[in-house]
């Protein structure tokens, strides 16, 4: 990357909200479904806005769009909504577009991308985040340690342990210059490759990938199981 820090454009999110959601289960998307009365997607655009983001590009299946203009009727900063893909990178490819669309957003240099999912992310985690991409990183996740011992398994042969002291589980929001989230994207669709992150999609190009403290509360609601967990800790003021 250029030496420039990027201080003065506002910081742009794109959270990508357009899944369905079929491991949590239920009629809505998943990012329309709420802990204590409040949609996921907005309390990832809270989240997002108090660690330093100042407009976000949210990302919603096709149909859904005035449902999630409803959701976000509050929002603590101003929200574009696009519709999303097929898969998660297309997803996020069609917020870019908007992105690059939007002269509003000319300016913006620094892009995280977050899944609504990860509705309670502390805003320290988002600040980690832009501060790495300011001080000139290209690419900046947010990680923690395995918790659990691994084991990687094959169709036929027996399990392998994993020594975990070198792994880590990668969280969002995720931070990016501009520019390398968008060649990025470009590289892939260019080429057909699918990945499942978009730290993944600069490493493509050969950016190296930063890492910053993330946080448990950070998780993403996957299944019902979250949303209880995420339900008891709202309930305890502890998210
Ligand atoms: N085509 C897709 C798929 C996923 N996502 C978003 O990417 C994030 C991470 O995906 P995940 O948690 O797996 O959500 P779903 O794909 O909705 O879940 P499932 O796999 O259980 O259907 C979510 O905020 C989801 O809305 C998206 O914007 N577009
Ligand atoms: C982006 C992500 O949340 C990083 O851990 C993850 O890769 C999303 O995976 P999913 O299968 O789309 O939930």
Redesign the pocket.
Known sequence: MGESPHTAAPVVAIVVAA?SGSRLGGEHPKALREVAGVPLVARSVHQLAAGGVGVCIVVVAAGTEDAFEAALGDAPVPCAIVAGGAE?QHSVANGLALLDLHGGLAGAEVVLVH?A??AFVPPDVVVRVIAAVRAGADAVVPALPVADTIREVTDDGPSALVDRSSLR????P?GFARAVLLDAHEALEESGTLV???AAAAEYLGHEVTLVAGAREAF?V?DPFDLVIAEALVARGQL
């Open positions: 899944g998660r899944d999912a990860r589980a990668v969280q969002t995720q499942t992150d978009d993403k996957t």
